[in-house]
């Protein structure tokens, strides 16, 4: 059974930084293309970042050169450093495949920018 398990997220002063992490139990991890999504309230989840399972990485232009992610596939996680975040940062952040599987989305993290 598929599991995400995402942590780190916090409350974030303007400017502020989190990194956010994502443990995955996933048959094959390395072979994958994963995402780092938000949902912020009243929106819909959108993608954010991703990263291939060479190493790649893709970047909403909303987030890009403030957030970075990586992978380390030999603890099957992946991260989202998260620099000069902003208010419209303030969403629960999600991991999942890209594309993402629907039956895979976990709890998620909640990050909430605001002084």
């Known amino acids: 059974q598929v599991q995400l398990v995402e942590s780190g997220g916090g409350l974030v002063q303007p400017g502020g930084s989190l990194r956010l992490s994502c443990a995955a139990s996933?048959?094959?991890?390395?072979?994958?293309?994963m995402g780092w999504y938000r949902q912020a309230p009243g929106k819909q989840r959108e993608l954010v970042a991703a990263?291939?399972?060479?190493?790649?990485?893709n970047y909403a232009d909303s987030v890009k050169g403030r957030f970075t992610t990586s992978r380390d596939n030999d603890k099957n996680t992946v991260y989202l450093q998260m620099t000069n975040l902003n208010s419209e940062d303030t969403a629960v952040y999600y991991c999942?495949?890209?594309?993402?599987?629907?039956?895979?989305w976990g709890q998620g993290t909640q990050v909430t920018v605001s002084s």
């Open positions: 999942n495949k890209q594309p993402s599987v629907r039956s895979y």
């Open positions: 996933i048959t094959g991890f390395r072979l994958y293309t």
């Open positions: 990263i291939a399972a060479g190493g790649s990485t």
